[in-house]
């Protein structure tokens, strides 16, 4: 992702300006963090970049929260640091409508990613591993409580006899 904002620094391709705060020790980047790795990098590699454009971030700890989740400027964020700022949203008073509107999903997106959090360690380990979505590990937890493991695991079993590496939803049930 750094390489890439690094080429676009040095062909002069125009990319957004940063979004910052400004705080006691300086400025907090809370969004461009790849852009700006991207110029120093082309700086580095001997590629003078005068000025890098900043605006300010207005809103509240929250706003920055959903701001960060709703960016489509940054690289995409994993299942679980979409549900990780969610949970931050609600400990902020937010109901899932509210997260909805602010971050551009769906309310069952937003109740899906929370869900993440009753997904067991071994199971969030075989959505780590590429093996589940999100998504299906949430649905099989939900209906096979502490045996939703074992049923992932014939899952990928079958998904890998045929060639794939990720259980789906037909693996999970079959007809």
């Given at each position: ?10 062909e002069?391709?125009?990319?957004p300006?940063?979004t910052?705060?400004?705080t ?5 980047i ?14 580095k ?8 454009e ?17 960016s489509s ?16 949203l ?5 109901n899932?409508?509210?997260i ?23 199971m969030?380990e ?12 949430v649905?099989?937890t939900r ?5 939703a493991?074992?049923i ?5 079993k ?5 060639g ?5 939803a037909?693996?999970?049930n079959?007809k």
């Amino acid at each position: 992702h750094v390489e890439y904002f690094a080429n676009c620094w040095i062909e002069g391709q125009p990319l957004p300006p940063l979004t910052v705060t400004v705080t006691e020790k300086g400025k907090k980047i809370e969004d461009g963090q790849h852009r700006y790795l991207g110029a120093l990098k082309a700086i580095k590699m001997g590629h003078p970049i005068q000025r890098i454009e900043c605006k300010d971030f207005t809103g509240t700890e929250a706003d920055k929260i959903a701001f960060m989740v709703s960016s489509s400027q940054g690289k995409a964020l994993d299942p679980f640091e979409r549900a990780k700022a969610y949970t931050r949203l609600k400990g902020f008073g937010w109901n899932n409508e509210e997260i909805a509107k602010k971050v551009g999903r769906s309310v069952s997106d937003v109740q899906m990613h929370l869900s993440l959090g009753d997904v067991s360690p071994e199971m969030k380990e075989r959505i780590n591993l590429g093996q589940i979505s999100y998504a299906n590990a949430v649905a099989v937890t939900r209906e096979h409580g502490d045996d939703a493991v074992k049923i992932v695991d014939g899952a990928v079993k079958e998904a890998n006899a045929n060639g794939k590496v990720r259980a789906t939803a037909r693996n999970l049930n079959p007809k």
